[in-house]
């Protein structure tokens, strides 16, 4: 499903799964944060063997990263922001293509993308990126309680999807990744898909130096632990002009997205105006 076949503002008044009151809108409503954070998420991802072999075996993420990427964008802008009805059928699709991804990685051990386990990493991977990327880069939930209101209502749609198990805070994030570091590994598959992901070519010229930049962010936001598994060094000088540098295009971007799932979401949600109030004594 296509961000264009979803009226993200109809019918008005519908909150979907949470509303413009829930930490969720506040942290998946930015783009430039959460495409930094898509990045971060990936990469963490993959360090997961067995996510990463259901990538290897069932994606084309050689031709088009772009396009894997830009698909799970649309996943979670729809089941955040869509009206009531959206997100049970975009969670239902998601379920049944699920049901067909499986094999076994470069070590023979099977996988499942239905496993529940496996779900529950994929979350979390994405999630606690989003969340570093959100307060680095907009700081509207900050607060330990707001970030574990984010994580409580984030956990509905990982729970709708088959997950187990998933932390619904900070402290359970945090040691949820602490405990899942043995199971990770980077290896030569590993680096590959890295390698084709900081190789793919920009969307267009235009793009390219922004693409570079958000690349570079989403290396930034890697737990140090991370980045070392990858051999993802960023010199503290480099990093600062990152930070900067996106600072710059995310403060572009605000002034010149209006129409994004978020916007569309937040008129959908104003109060009806009446039309006798227009009508002057």
């Known amino acids: 499903m296509a961000l264009n076949e979803i009226d993200f503002e109809q019918p008005a008044g519908d909150p979907g799964w949470y509303g413009p009151d829930s930490a969720i809108w506040q942290v998946h409503g930015d783009f430039s944060a959460m495409l930094c954070g898509g990045i971060s998420a990936l990469l ?3 360090l997961h063997p067995l996510a990463l072999a ?3 075996d069932h994606s084309r993420f050689r031709e088009d990263i772009y396009g894997r990427l830009r698909r ?4 979670i802008s729809a089941t955040t922001f869509g009206p009531a009805g959206v997100p049970e059928q975009l969670v239902a699709r998601v379920n049944a293509i699920h049901q067909h991804i499986t094999g076994t990685d470069n070590t023979g051990a099977p ?3 239905s496993d529940p386990d496996l779900l529950t990493w994929v979350h979390v991977a994405e999630c606690s990126s989003f969340m570093a990327s959100h307060l680095r880069y907009r700081r509207r939930v900050v607060s330990v309680a707001g970030q574990d209101q984010y994580y409580r209502e984030a956990a509905r749609v990982a729970l709708a999807l088959g997950a187990r198990n998933v932390p619904t805070s900070c402290a359970d ?4 990744l602490h405990q899942m570091r043995p199971q990770l590994r980077c290896d030569e598959r590993t680096r590959e898909v890295a390698q084709v992901l900081f190789s793919a070519p920009a969307p267009s010229r235009l793009a390219r130096p922004a693409a570079a930049i958000m690349m570079r962010a989403g290396v930034d936001l890697l737990p140090e632990w991370a980045s070392t598994m990858l051999g993802l060094y960023q010199h503290p000088f480099q990093r600062r002009m990152v930070r900067a540098g996106v600072h710059t295009l995310a403060a572009i971007i605000r002034r010149s997205v209006r129409h994004g799932a978020y916007h569309c979401a937040m008129r959908r949600m104003r109060p009806p105006v009446n039309a006798g109030d227009n009508i002057s004594p």
């Open 72 to 75: 799970t964008s649309q996943f």
């Open 44 to 46: 963490l991802q993959m």
């Open 54 to 56: 259901g990538v290897w």
């Open 173 to 176: 994030i945090a040691d949820y």
């Open 111 to 113: 996988y499942a993308a």
